[in-house]
């Protein structure tokens, strides 16, 4: 009776000492670091309310003690359910769920234009004028005046910051016809002006098809600039369309199109970038082949932690500095699904090559051949299936990766993406959805194919 209570003070002062002095050492070293992980939260937490499951858990460990030595084993549900419970309670608390801020009217704003993809449009006939504008102003800015085919625009001043003030004239336009007036900056992405910056600006020109209105350079003219210092040219649209029968792909339709192009060439080439390095570094990694001697042996260990931490950066992160380096577009994009997949494929391939079948390898080491005639006879015969599947693999995943890199400005439809959410388009986001939609489906449907025919 003395040694039972003993163990039960043991419990009492270090939850779990007890269970682990009468031999059932994994089960109280799981009750300590489950009460050590519980009494950490609440605390963190700081609300009383749940201290009550600290408590419930140290009492449910003597009850356990008493039981132990009395020959019964109680079940761990009980504890278990306990920290569940402070856990999600906490973590519901945390994250602030409040199912009564969501409204339905904001839902049925959002949701009822999707219902319409931005697809097609009747076909129209474009009549189109653009003049160029230096943002912000150099030295000597050129004058901000373009004529085409009978056409004149002109922008006073010729040049401003972001947030300026100018005046727009255009002439030579079809007469009495809506004319919709827009921003593109350098790097081709088209920026609304009217309230805003959310909604397109839109006037009606004179019986003579001239127009004049005020416009603001937008607050997000520069974000494209590496250096928003820098004088760069940008340009003011202005847009008219008559219908002409039957329908044509819309702007954002075809956006969408190049969009979803970009995506899957980002991936594609961002996948073939990576097996380039990723088959040589698998080699460098892999133990049965590198651990021959002290020298391979180092070097497998330095390849291996670089794949490690490379990828346990994820690839969102990379692209965000890889923007900064190269500027935005899908060449960022892809430089930073290459390298993530360099790190992911080269553990996978090495793993690949460390569960091969040793008997050949051994076979021809025996026959005094060096290592890169191991590799060449008794490695890659066995490696290319695997090796293959994991490929098509990777090349499935950054499909889906790129359409996220997008949203920091990697390129792609992720891209386009966020700038339709930014201007309130959900028609066009609607679009985006789709085509991303039928992008996985079609290459999973693909690569499931491929994967079969290796088998």
């Not at 039981?67 to 999600?88: D, E, I, N, R």
Request: proline share 6%; with cysteine; hydrophobic share 50%.
């Amino acid at each position: 009776m003395s040694k039972q209570m003993s163990n039960v003070v043991m419990s009492a002062f270090v939850p779990g000492l007890g269970q682990f002095l009468l031999g059932e050492r994994y089960r109280g070293l799981g009750i300590f670091l489950g009460f050590l992980a519980i009494v950490a939260t609440t605390l963190w937490y700081g609300q009383p309310l749940w201290y009550l499951f600290p408590f419930l858990i140290w009492a449910w460990n003597l009850w356990d003690v008493f039981g132990l030595a009395a020959g019964q084993k109680h079940s761990v549900l009980l504890p278990l359910a306990f920290g569940l419970a402070a856990a999600y309670g906490i973590g519901w608390q945390v994250v602030e769920i409040d199912f009564s801020r969501a409204k339905v009217e904001r839902a049925v704003a959002i949701l009822r234009p999707m219902l319409q993809p931005d697809f097609i449009q009747p076909r129209r006939e474009l009549n189109q004028m653009w003049v160029p504008v230096e943002v912000p102003c150099s030295s000597q800015p050129p004058a901000a005046r373009r004529e085409d085919a009978g056409r004149v625009a002109t922008v006073t001043p010729d040049c401003g910051p972001v947030g300026e003030t100018l005046l727009v004239k255009v002439t030579g336009l079809w007469p009495k016809t809506e004319t919709n007036i827009f921003w593109q900056n350098p790097i081709g992405n088209p920026l609304m002006l009217g309230e805003g910056e959310i909604r397109m600006l839109t006037q009606m020109t004179d019986e003579e098809g001239a127009l004049t209105t005020v416009i603001r350079v937008p607050t997000t003219a520069l974000v494209a600039a590496p250096d928003p210092t820098l004088p760069q040219f940008h340009r003011v649209y202005f847009e008219q369309a008559r219908p002409i029968g039957g329908y044509e792909l819309s702007f954002i339709g075809n956006e969408v199109l190049k969009g979803a192009l970009a995506t899957v060439s980002m991936a594609l080439m961002a996948t073939g970038l990576a097996v380039l390095f990723a088959v040589p570094l698998s080699f460098l990694a892999a133990r049965n082949l590198m651990s021959g001697n002290p020298v391979t042996y180092a070097i497998y260990l330095v390849v291996r932690t670089l794949l490690n931490i490379l990828r346990s950066i994820e690839s969102l992160i990379i692209a965000i500095v890889f923007v900064v380096i190269v500027g935005l577009g899908p060449f960022a994009g892809m430089l930073a699904l290459a390298l993530h997949s360099i790190a992911a494929l080269g553990k996978l391939y090495s793993e690949v090559i460390e569960g091969i079948d040793p008997g050949p390898i051994e076979a021809i080491r025996a026959t005094g051949a060096n290592w890169l005639q191991v590799v060449r006879y008794a490695v890659i015969p066995q490696i290319i299936p695997p090796f293959t599947a994991f490929t098509i693999y990777r090349w499935d995943i950054n499909v889906r990766s790129a359409t996220v890199i997008g949203l920091v400005g990697g390129g792609g439809i992720g891209f386009l993406l966020i700038e339709l959410i930014r201007v309130n388009n959900m028609r066009g986001v609607s679009a985006v959805f789709i085509a991303i939609a039928v992008i996985v489906i079609v290459l999973d449907y693909i690569s499931a194919k491929l994967r079969e025919r290796l088998v």
